[in-house]
């Protein structure tokens, strides 16, 4: 029931992120909400696209639900609600893979946090907003998996969610994968500096970091 809150939440905050609709339906064991029949379109054709998919959830899905639980294996409870939480995500093959690959992309990051002794908890919820994860230097990360196009037009959404987390007082990390197709590039990360910090965001180019898959 908390999950549910914690989605409807985010819901309202941006109702434009399907995104947030995603983690909802989830949550309520798939029953979509009314109102919303372009997801539930988006739902129907992305189980069809699943079969060949790579990067992260590819990656991601090749693992199971019993050996994901095994890698995380005596972490607390900030940390394994949120990775079962992720772990449903990315095995419903009900939710497009395009929305599924950031969820995947967190997974794996966290799993690397994990091991090296540097994750606090996954898919917290701080101050009335879920976080994708935090570290014991109480950092918040924000992993994304999109292509550099999709970045470019999507800044003001992603200032727009960093300066959330910016409210909180605590430190930012942006983790920007990149994609097989339109890379996010080093060249372009100096832009997206600049165009995150006119936007009002408290960020220095030592906090976007671009990660390779493991």
Do not use: C, H
């Amino acid at each position: 029931m908390a999950n549910i809150l914690w989605d409807l939440q985010g819901v309202w905050r941006d109702p434009g992120n399907r995104w947030n609709w995603a983690a909802l339906v989830v949550d309520v064991g798939t029953i979509l909400l009314p109102g919303v029949p372009a997801f539930a379109g988006a739902v129907q054709k992305g189980g069809k696209a699943l079969r060949q998919v790579g990067g992260p959830l590819g990656l991601a899905r090749s693992i199971t639900r019993k050996e994901w639980e095994r890698r995380f294996a005596g972490a607390g409870p900030e940390i394994l609600e949120g990775v079962r939480r992720l772990i449903e995500l990315v095995q419903n093959e009900g939710i497009p893979a395009a929305f599924r690959q950031g969820w995947a992309a967190e997974l794996l990051r966290a799993e690397e946090y994990f091991k090296a002794g540097k994750l606090q908890a996954v898919e917290a919820v701080v101050e009335g907003g879920r976080v994708d994860l935090i570290l014991v230097t109480n950092e918040i990360v924000e992993v994304k998996y999109w292509t550099q196009s999709y970045t470019v037009k999507n800044i003001g959404k992603l200032a727009r969610q960093l300066k959330q987390y910016q409210a909180t007082g605590r430190p930012i990390l942006l983790e920007l994968f990149r994609t097989k197709t339109d890379p996010i590039t080093v060249e372009y990360i100096e832009k997206l500096v600049k165009a995150l910090q006119a936007a009002g965001v408290q960020i220095t180019r030592e906090q976007i970091r671009l990660v390779e898959l493991p």
